[in-house]
C-alpha cells in the first residue's frame, strides 16, 4: 500500500462517514478489505477515493444497488467517471441565476400588485418561493423581464396568466428537442457504450446549448412576426379611428 494509511476511525473521520457506514459498504462490496498486518487494519487512498465517489453518487440520487453495477461497470472498463461527467453536463441548469429579494424590494419593483394571490401564482409557476420574510426568484433574467412589463403598464397578474401558456409551449419545446437528442445520439452511445463515446456526449450537451437557445430564440422572433402582420392592421384601423384620422 503506497500513499497515507488510515486507520478505519481515521478514514472514516477523512470521508466525513460514520465507521458503521464503512463496515457496512465493506460488507456489501462496495469498499475493498483493508490491508491487515496482524491484528491491525490499514486503509489507503484508494478507499478514501471510493468513499467519496460513493457519497457523490448517492447525493445524485443513485441508489446502493446502482451504485454497485456502476463500480462494477467501472473495474470492467465502463468508464464511471465519464458517466458521472455526462450526468454532470446533463443536470446543469441552463436557466440563470436566482436572485433574493425582501418586501421592500419586492414593493419596488411591483408596487402594490404583489398581492398574496400574484405571490401564490408566482410560487405556483415556480418563478418564486420563500425563505423566512425574504422572496427568492428562481431566474433574474425574468425577474428584469417582468419588471419592464409591470414598469410600461403591463399589470402583474396579466404577465402571471400568460406565464402558464409560456411555460405549457416551451415544455413541448423542451420535450421535442430532448426526444431529438435521445434518439439520434444517446441512442448510439447505447449500442457500443465506451468512456471515450460518454465523454464525448457530454462535450456534444454542452455545446447543443447556445444552439437550442438560438433556435428558441428565432421561432419565438418569427412567431411574433407572424403574429404583428396578423394583428397589426387592425389595431392600425383601431387606432385611426381613435384619433379621428
Do not use: C
Not at 473521520?13 to 465493506?26: F, G, H, K, L, N
Not at 487512498?45 to 441508489?63: F, K, N, P, V
Not at 415556480?126 to 423566512?132: A, I, N, P
Not at 449500442?191 to 437557445?213: C, D, G, K, N
Amino acid at each position: 500500500m503506497t500513499g497515507r494509511e488510515y486507520r478505519v476511525a481515521e478514514l472514516a473521520e477523512a470521508a466525513a462517514v460514520p465507521v458503521r457506514t464503512v463496515r457496512y459498504y465493506q460488507e456489501r462490496g462496495l469498499l475493498a478489505p483493508p490491508e491487515r498486518r496482524g491484528r491491525n487494519a490499514f486503509y489507503g487512498e484508494t478507499h478514501l477515493e471510493r468513499l467519496r465517489l460513493i457519497a457523490d453518487l448517492l447525493g445524485r440520487g443513485h441508489s446502493l444497488e446502482g451504485i454497485a453495477d456502476l463500480l462494477t461497470s467501472a473495474e470492467q472498463g465502463g468508464g464511471v467517471s465519464e458517466l458521472l461527467g455526462f450526468q454532470s453536463a446533463a443536470a446543469t441548469a441552463w436557466g440563470d441565476g436566482e436572485v433574493t429579494l425582501d418586501l421592500q424590494q419586492m414593493l419596488e419593483q411591483f408596487g402594490d400588485q404583489v398581492t398574496p394571490q400574484a405571490i401564490a401564482e408566482a410560487v405556483a409557476l415556480g418563478y418564486l418561493r420563500m425563505e423566512g420574510d425574504q422572496f427568492v426568484y428562481t431566474s433574474a433574467r425574468l425577474l428584469e423581464g417582468a419588471s419592464a412589463l409591470v414598469a410600461i403598464g403591463i399589470p402583474l397578474h396579466a404577465i402571471l396568466a400568460v406565464s402558464w401558456e409560456l411555460e405549457a409551449a416551451f415544455d413541448r419545446m423542451a420535450f421535442a428537442f430532448v426526444q431529438i437528442f435521445r434518439t439520434h445520439l444517446v441512442s448510439k452511445v447505447l449500442e457500443h457504450p465506451s468512456p471515450a463515446q460518454l465523454h464525448q456526449l457530454a462535450e456534444t450537451l454542452a455545446e447543443l446549448r447556445p444552439s437550442v437557445r438560438m433556435i428558441a430564440d428565432e421561432h419565438l422572433a418569427r412567431a411574433m412576426d407572424r403574429r404583428i402582420g396578423i394583428d397589426l392592421p387592425e389595431v392600425s384601423q383601431q387606432i385611426s379611428r381613435a384619433t379621428g384620422e
